[in-house]
């Protein structure tokens, strides 16, 4: 069972534009959510992370957005650059289990100058 | 400042053969991870282990053992390889909840 589904696989948008990377979860439990960013042959690096008490949370050109009604969280990339582009996984962590960090599948995303 | 450092970067197996990926962390972090990425999978848990001397099971742990050989060190070993192991593995460390993991670069494996 997917517990964590990020349903774009890409994403191209343009340099200087937002980038919107979506995530949707299905066990209210989780309480701690992060977003991990990959280039090809390295591993994932941390990007931002929001706890459930929050409902927004930023850093620099990066913001993630929580909505616990909807399960859903998301990660605004504001000016999108060249060098953002990367596949960007979504995580979610619970108290119950909080070694057993869930990812989505990730999503592709390009910029273009 | 290395991090997570896995070791080999690379592998091809026959089918039936064994192996251990190695990991090390030089951060002090009590919990060590062994994940797999797969196509349209995302990264699974394989097995962790959340302070030295204990180790448990995670999404996906059949197949595989793990040691937790001291604070630094948490290896993965494949008994007997099956071509469903191909993979890319990756290792990684947590100082605790609800932390952010370091994951080391990576090491695929390739069974035939």
């Known amino acids: 069972d997917q517990q964590v589904k990020q349903n774009s696989p890409s994403l191209s948008v343009q340099e200087g534009r937002i980038s919107i990377l979506n995530c949707d979860y299905t066990?209210?439990?989780?309480?701690?959510f992060l977003w991990y960013k990959k280039y090809p042959a390295e591993g994932p690096t941390f990007l931002i992370s929001?706890?459930?008490?929050?409902d927004k949370n930023e850093d620099g050109r990066f913001t993630v957005f929580l909505n616990k009604s909807a399960k859903h969280l998301s990660l605004h990339i504001v000016p999108s650059q060249p060098g953002d582009s990367a596949v960007y996984f979504c995580?979610?962590?619970?108290?119950?289990?909080?070694?057993?960090?869930?990812f989505g599948a990730g999503t592709r995303l390009t910029v273009k100058p | 400042n290395a991090g997570v450092t896995q070791t080999p970067k690379f592998q091809v197996l026959k089918t039936g053969q064994s192996m251990t990926l190695q990991c090390a962390q030089d951060?002090?972090?009590?919990?060590m991870y062994w994940y797999r990425q797969d196509p349209g999978m995302g990264l699974r848990l394989i097995y962790y282990?959340?302070?030295?001397?204990?180790?448990d099971k995670g999404e996906v742990p059949n197949g595989y053992n793990v040691s937790r050989l001291n604070k630094r060190e948490f290896s993965l070993r494949l008994e007997s390889a099956a071509p469903s192991q191909t993979s890319v593995y990756f290792c990684?460390?947590?100082?605790?909840?609800?932390?952010?993991?370091?994951f080391g670069e990576g090491s695929r494996l390739t069974v035939l």
């Open positions: 990684a460390s947590r100082a605790g909840y609800p932390g952010e993991l370091f």
């Open positions: 066990n209210s439990m989780f309480d701690y």
């Open positions: 282990s959340a302070s030295e001397g204990t180790t």
């Open positions: 929001i706890s459930s008490i929050k």
């Open positions: 951060m002090n972090h009590n919990s």
């Open positions: 995580a979610v962590l619970g108290a119950a289990n909080n070694n057993d960090m869930r």
